[in-house]
């Protein structure tokens, strides 16, 4: 049976800098006007509600905005900030005001996997729309269609080994039979320890000092996609 490949996306298909210095600065400066143009659509409430009541006494909207940017400064990983932010990049790839910056060598090996037979899925903190619009707005065009699959935080934190279980449940297959591939590696710990073979990537573009077999915590390295097929 073909390998099924879970893909991270930031510093694994797509440069940190792009999510840092592109996609989170554009959800801060958008969000206060996307809050007063769709703050009262039931889709956007029920986020900013949720961030209202976890900070008790906060009601104001504008309190809420000044929370989130704040977590954005910080890369919270919150569901509501994810959401919202995914709702604001959409508004920003369907103006053409964003471009998804995904590297080379990812674009040729998504595409080879796939059609290989491999079945490629998506784990990532950002929301599964956000995930699903970086890919449809690539610079190499429309990949979307690559991925069978999409989890993200809704399932469980990426450092948990239950989370990847759980994708493990929801893709019908062994965990053994699925390959996490991540530049994070306490994410590649969490997915080991739920029996998932695991890749790091150690792109020198997001890492400069290559990470050695200690630092890798035993994970085996690729610094591009090209390198993972071995390993498949």
Known sequence: MPTTILTDIEGTTSSIAFVKDVL???????????????????????????????????????MVVETLQGWIDEDRKHTALKALQGMMWREGYLRGELEADIYPDAVAGLRRWHQAGHRLAVY?????????????????????????AWFDTEVGHKREAGSYATIAGKLGRDAADIVFLSDVVAELDAARQAGMRTVLLDRREDYP????????????????????????
């Open 124 to 148: 990532s903190s950002g929301s599964v729309p956000a995930q699903q619009l970086l890919f449809a707005h690539t610079g190499a065009g429309d990949l979307s269609s690559l991925f069978d």
């Open 24 to 62: 989170f600065p554009y959800a801060r400066g958008a969000l206060p006007g996307f809050v007063r143009e769709h703050g009262n659509t039931p889709e956007v409430r029920r986020w900013l509600d949720m961030v209202a009541v976890e900070h008790g006494a906060m009601c104001d909207d504008a």
């Open 209 to 232: 000092l290559p990470r050695d077999e200690v630092d890798a915590n035993g994970h085996p390295r690729a610094e591009s996609f090209d390198a993972i097929d071995p390993l498949l």
